[in-house]
């Protein structure tokens, strides 16, 4: 499966930005896809994931009412609607996939990279 992330830039706070990753055909046989991110000194943190069967969703609590995730199944593109943005959203973010094995979908277990966009949010 090959990932690949766009869409990140610097924005001021309160912003918006859309992240998009385009998927290999093979990332449609996944659960679930996913964003990840990762700020400078610090671990890399789940973000969103869907899964392709029904579209549930799930977010990181830090945030939930902000950010969107979606997919557009025909053109196997996986976006990240990011609004009202703070500085410390400021990362790397990383698109995943699963591997679609296993018991299915968890939303925070992936198991295909992407190459990272960063995303620079400014006070």
């Known amino acids: 499966v090959q990932l690949q992330a766009s869409g990140g830039g610097p924005v001021q706070a309160g912003g918006s930005l859309r992240l998009s990753c385009a998927a290999s055909?093979?990332?449609?046989?996944?659960?679930?896809m996913g964003w990840f991110r990762q700020a400078p000194g610090k671990e890399r943190e789940f973000v969103a994931g869907?899964?392709?069967?029904?579209?549930?969703?799930q977010y990181a609590d830090s945030v939930k009412g902000r950010f969107t995730i979606s997919r557009d199944s025909v053109k196997n593109t996986l976006f990240l609607q990011m609004n009202a943005l703070k500085p410390e959203d400021t990362a790397v973010y990383y698109c995943?996939?699963?591997?679609?094995?296993?018991?299915?979908?968890?939303?925070?277990?992936?198991?295909?990279w992407g190459q990272g966009t960063l995303v620079t949010v400014s006070s």
């Open positions: 995943v996939a699963d591997n679609g094995m296993g018991r299915g979908w968890n939303p925070e277990k992936y198991d295909y």
């Open positions: 055909a093979r990332a449609a046989s996944a659960w679930g």
């Open positions: 869907i899964k392709l069967s029904d579209a549930r969703t």
